[in-house]
């Protein structure tokens, strides 16, 4: 079974710019949620997708967005972007059930902000 | 709020044992899972608790009190490959859906 993929890998933008990072989960999963990760913060909760519909959403400004397509394959996009927004954004996978319902991660997105 | 705390680095040799703690506070609790992430790589699964008590997995327990708002994981016969971060997370059920919160990490390094 293929892993969790996401693209690209690096990017490096500059203030002003706007972003768009792709994410495809695992076959037959229907949650992708989202992650921003930062040395000093851990990984802070962007928002959940389920069957195409944002299920949860964390505590980031409405420059931060995302959709969910019927293949379950998600992006996520970031407007006008700061310097402050530079950081790894990690997505992850899973059937969006509960008990054991582990998170499958992607290795990430790394974006600069110039 | 929802707040979980676990320390920022550890050190330990090649063949001890270490224990990671994490103390929690959520509104909702569905779960707590621990994941191991090396330099520039995802995070994978480790473990899973649910209930008090000791999950053993190998190598590698976890441990659950729900009352005290508390976990650790417990890593034997450390090897040099185990250097790597580990992240505490619990779902959260406060918003009547399922969130996932991380801690900030545990650095651990193991030394020859």
């Known amino acids: 079974k293929a892993g969790v993929t996401q693209t690209p890998r690096y990017l490096i933008k500059t203030r002003g710019q706007q972003v768009t990072l792709s994410c495809s989960p695992i076959?037959?999963?229907?949650?992708v949620s989202w992650y921003q990760q930062t040395p000093g913060q851990g990984l802070q909760f962007l928002f959940e997708y389920f069957s195409e519909t944002q299920r949860n959403k964390g505590n980031f400004p409405g420059r931060f967005s995302g959709r969910q397509f019927s293949n379950s394959r998600s992006e996520m996009n970031v407007s006008t972007l700061e310097l402050g927004d530079s950081a790894l954004y990690l997505c992850?996978?899973?059937?969006?059930?509960?008990?054991?319902?582990?998170?499958?991660f992607g290795s990430g997105t790394q974006l600069s902000v110039l | 709020g929802q707040n979980i705390d676990q320390p920022t680095e550890m050190t330990a040799t090649e063949g001890a044992i270490v224990q990671i703690n994490c103390t929690y506070q959520t509104s909702g609790f569905n779960g707590l899972f621990w994941y191991q992430q090396h330099a520039g790589e995802a995070p994978t699964f480790l473990s899973y608790?649910?209930?008090?008590g000791l999950e053993e997995k190998g190598r590698f327990s976890s441990f659950l009190s729900r009352s005290k708002g508390y976990s650790y994981l417990l890593l034997k016969e450390l090897q040099m490959k185990d250097s790597a971060s580990y992240l505490c997370?619990?779902?959260?059920?406060?918003?009547?859906?399922?969130?996932?919160?991380f801690g900030t990490g545990t650095r651990l390094k193991v030394l020859a």
């Open positions: 076959s037959g999963h229907r949650s």
């Open positions: 992850a996978s899973s059937s969006g059930g509960t008990g054991e319902e582990k998170l499958f």
């Open positions: 608790n649910v209930l008090d």
């Open positions: 997370a619990v779902r959260d059920t406060a918003s009547g859906t399922y969130k996932y919160i």
